[in-house]
């Protein structure tokens, strides 16, 4: 099991910027894949972004392509994202996640992000 813990949220005006961090302890040798997700109250959890652990290839929701950036540093076993341009439809919890084969089973206990207009 992998122990994920998230910080670096905050209040942003819009057009702001954040980075969030996710330290990774733990079974992180079997980590093929980590993730950001992002949950508004009411509503389902969002995919935000992914990266490989050891290729280090990303993928993005549509909706935050060109404005965030996941990366990962191995040696600190921690992955960040990195958000620009802000906008205040991007407010809600984020939350950490790995996964060692085709599904995330550990997660963060998120961190808030708010995003105001």
């Known amino acids: 099991q992998v122990q994920l813990v998230e910080s670096g949220g905050g209040l942003v005006q819009a057009g702001g910027s954040l980075r969030l961090s996710c330290a990774a302890s733990?079974?992180?040798?079997?980590?093929?894949?980590m993730g950001w997700f992002r949950q508004v109250p009411g509503k389902e959890r969002e995919f935000v972004a992914q990266?490989?652990?050891?290729?280090?290839?990303?993928t993005y929701a549509d909706s935050v392509k060109g404005r965030f950036t996941i990366s990962r540093d191995a040696a600190k076993n921690t992955v960040y994202l990195q958000m620009n341009s802000l906008k205040p439809e991007d407010t809600a919890v984020y939350y950490c996640?790995?996964?060692?084969?085709?599904?995330?089973?550990?997660w963060g206990q998120g961190t808030q992000v708010t995003v105001s207009s």
């Open positions: 996640a790995a996964a060692a084969a085709a599904t995330y089973d550990d």
């Open positions: 990266i490989t652990w050891r290729g280090g290839s990303t």
């Open positions: 733990g079974g992180t040798v079997n980590t093929s894949v």
